[in-house]
């Protein structure tokens, strides 16, 4: 069975962090971008952040950059997100896709394989 586990949400103070982990079982993401993705209550998902295949491009929409960092380890086979001075508007349930990495993009597209999300809550 193919799939992707999140993991690492949970409640947290405005100003702090949490990283959140992106591991896949059954199959192998060498060939896979690897895309985070969030929706917040009543809102539409939202593509914040996608890693090439190799690792070495990267993107994120403007809501995040500089305050987040994606990565990967290849030989975990897992896909990381490093979530600083969150603040509440990043409350949402995020999860994690495999697709295809587009140049210019915040997301990645034509996701084969989807997580099942984990929450993120923000408050004080």
């Known amino acids: 069975q193919f799939e992707l586990v999140e993991s690492g949400g949970g409640l947290v103070q405005p100003g702090g962090s949490l990283r959140l982990s992106c591991a896949a079982s059954?199959?192998?993401?060498?060939?896979?971008?690897v895309g985070w993705f969030r929706q917040a209550p009543g809102k539409g998902r939202e593509g914040i952040s996608c890693?090439?295949?190799?690792?070495?491009?990267?993107n994120y929409a403007a809501s995040v950059k500089g305050r987040f960092t994606i990565s990967r380890d290849i030989d975990k086979n897992t896909v990381y997100l490093q979530m600083n001075n969150l603040r509440p508007e990043d409350t949402a349930v995020y999860y994690c896709?495999?697709?295809?990495?587009?140049?210019?993009?915040?997301?990645?597209?034509?996701?084969?394989?989807w997580g099942q999300g984990t929450q993120v809550t923000v408050s004080s």
């Open positions: 059954g199959f192998t993401m060498d060939y896979y971008a």
């Open positions: 890693i090439s295949s190799s690792g070495g491009s990267t």
């Open positions: 896709a495999a697709g295809v990495f587009h140049s210019g993009s915040s997301y990645c597209s034509d996701n084969d394989y």
